[in-house]
């Protein structure tokens, strides 16, 4: 299959869903084969994971409505790492969720177009969705 070519995929099977795990620099990448080569055109979601000392991992569903194809595409950044290739390029549809995801992780999508917050102020200390987020904070907790 097209997706086991690629270096570092590794494709899952068992389901529904397909589930891809692509090193970080791939993601978008990956994301541009799924949308030319396998007719992924719906950009369903993006959301991510915080895996506390092992990093974040960004996790979108690209699906082809047509033939019923549903990708799971992941990518883990490696702890310390908060930088991933934006989907933008390839779908409009990232790109409140890359925004949210920003907002609330802290991931900094590279190619971003108007990577700003969207549901905190602008002056908004931390990402309250990273597991490290300090919950005794005082509302608000401003600059």
Avoid at 20 to 27: C, G, I, L, T, Y
């Amino acid at each position: 299959m097209l997706l086991e070519d690629i270096q570092g995929a590794v494709v899952a099977e068992g389901g529904p869903v397909v589930t891809v795990e692509v090193p970080v620099d791939q993601f978008a990448v990956v994301g541009a084969i799924l949308k030319e080569k396998l007719g992924c055109l719906f950009f369903a979601f993006l959301t991510a994971i915080d895996h506390k000392e092992g990093g974040l991992e960004v996790v979108a569903r690209l699906d082809n409505l047509d033939s019923m194809v549903c990708v799971m595409l992941r990518t883990r950044l490696g702890a310390g790492n908060t930088h991933c290739p934006s989907l933008f390029a390839v779908y409009r549809g990232a790109n409140w969720m890359e925004r949210e995801a920003f907002d609330m992780f802290g991931i900094i999508f590279d190619g971003h177009p108007d990577l700003r917050r969207m549901l905190l102020p602008e002056d908004w200390v931390g990402h309250p969705l990273l597991k490290s987020y300090a919950v005794d904070t005082p509302y608000p907790p401003y600059r």
